[in-house]
């Protein structure tokens, strides 16, 4: 699981989604997050000490152009060059937010794939929570966060040099194998050298996912999640195993078709 709440280009330190049915939507993650005996999440989405992290809006008007994806809000040195290498690159912008100076303070973008992101200045690391959650005893506490974000694409290698540009990640190739055939997934290395997310081939275990930014939180208790996610009607799309049989992550659709990855906290 990634560190939460550092201050880096390449950074991810939070997510969010605008959906209809909001108030169903609301009741399935309420159940699906908050599993295990010391939940991460708490019922209104929140970590489990109250920092938001992952935010479920209402498909209001103002929203009505947004993609139903999660889109992860990604830490860059210029949001307003990085608005411009991605419409250079063929890229979109959907939201584009402005002080009253005209300066830049934030931007939603899709990528060349139909993948939205969002693109936040880079924070100050005086202005982050604790990374143990504010444990007062020194111990690190159970914190929700988003534990990885990956992105599954026909072209992996175009994709990287797109986000390389836009966000100012680096591609560290890693060594794949699907039917016998060589190939290279990527790292996106973030800038303090540490991977900040990862580009994938649709191909071998990724064959198949949409092309959307996939986040993955932790569970307090997959195996209990991945019950409540088809009881409250959404679906497992795939899932993956470890060398024990238990399972280590899944991939999964909420009931109004928007994805993301759940693992073990």
Same mark, same amino acid.
């Given at each position: 699981?990634?560190?939460?709440?550092?201050?880096?280009?390449?950074?991810?330190?939070?997510?969010?989604?605008?959906?209809?049915?909001?108030?169903?939507?609301?009741?399935?993650?309420?159940?699906?997050?908050?599993?295990?005996?010391?939940?991460?999440?708490?019922?209104? *989405?929140?970590?489990?000490? /109250?920092?938001?992290?992952? !935010?479920?809006? $209402?498909? @209001?008007?103002?929203? =009505?152009?947004?993609? %139903?994806?999660?889109?992860?809000?990604?830490?860059?040195?210029?949001?307003?060059?990085?608005?411009?290498?991605?419409?250079?690159?063929?890229?979109?912008?959907?939201?584009?937010?402005?002080?009253?100076?005209?300066?830049?303070?934030?931007?939603?973008?899709?990528?060349?794939?139909?993948?939205?992101?969002?693109?936040?200045?880079?924070?100050?690391?005086?202005? *982050?929570?604790?990374?143990? /959650?504010?444990?007062?005893? !020194?111990?690190? $506490?159970? @914190?929700?966060?988003? =534990?990885?974000?990956? %992105?599954?694409?026909?072209?992996?290698?175009?994709?990287?040099?797109?986000?390389?540009?836009?966000?100012?990640?680096?591609?560290?190739?890693?060594?794949?194998?699907?039917?016998?055939?060589?190939?290279?997934?990527?790292?996106?290395?973030?800038?303090?050298?540490?991977?900040?997310?990862?580009?994938?081939?649709?191909?071998?275990?990724?064959?198949?996912?949409?092309?959307?930014?996939?986040?993955?939180?932790?569970?307090?208790?997959?195996?209990?999640?991945?019950?409540?996610?088809?009881?409250?009607?959404?679906?497992?799309?795939?899932?993956?195993?470890?060398?024990?049989?238990?399972?280590?992550?899944?991939?999964?659709?909420?009931?109004?078709?928007?994805?993301?990855?759940?693992?073990?906290?």
């Amino acid at each position: 699981m990634s560190t939460p709440f550092i201050s880096r280009i390449g950074g991810i330190l939070s997510a969010d989604i605008a959906v209809p049915e909001h108030q169903r939507e609301q009741s399935f993650y309420a159940r699906v997050l908050t599993t295990g005996a010391a939940p991460f999440w708490r019922e209104d *989405l929140m970590n489990s000490q /109250g920092t938001p992290i992952i !935010g479920l809006g $209402a498909r @209001v008007p103002a929203y =009505a152009d947004l993609p %139903l994806q999660w889109m992860p809000h990604i830490q860059v040195a210029d949001v307003a060059k990085s608005v411009a290498h991605a419409l250079a690159q063929g890229g979109r912008e959907l939201m584009h937010g402005k002080d009253d100076n005209g300066a830049s303070q934030y931007a939603v973008l899709l990528d060349p794939n139909g993948a939205a992101f969002g693109v936040i200045p880079r924070v100050p690391a005086d202005a *982050l929570p604790p990374a143990d /959650g504010g444990a007062s005893d !020194g111990a690190p $506490a159970p @914190v929700g966060c988003i =534990a990885w974000v990956d %992105l599954t694409v026909p072209d992996a290698a175009a994709t990287r040099d797109f986000y390389e540009k836009v966000v100012g990640w680096s591609g560290q190739d890693v060594e794949m194998t699907d039917a016998g055939a060589s190939y290279a997934d990527y790292n996106m290395i973030a800038g303090d050298g540490t991977p900040g997310a990862g580009i994938c081939n649709a191909r071998g275990v990724n064959k198949g996912l949409p092309p959307t930014w996939m986040i993955y939180l932790p569970m307090g208790d997959l195996a209990e999640s991945l019950g409540l996610v088809t009881e409250k009607g959404g679906r497992i799309i795939a899932q993956t195993s470890g060398a024990d049989g238990a399972i280590s992550y899944a991939i999964i659709e909420d009931p109004v078709g928007a994805t993301l990855g759940l693992m073990q906290g």
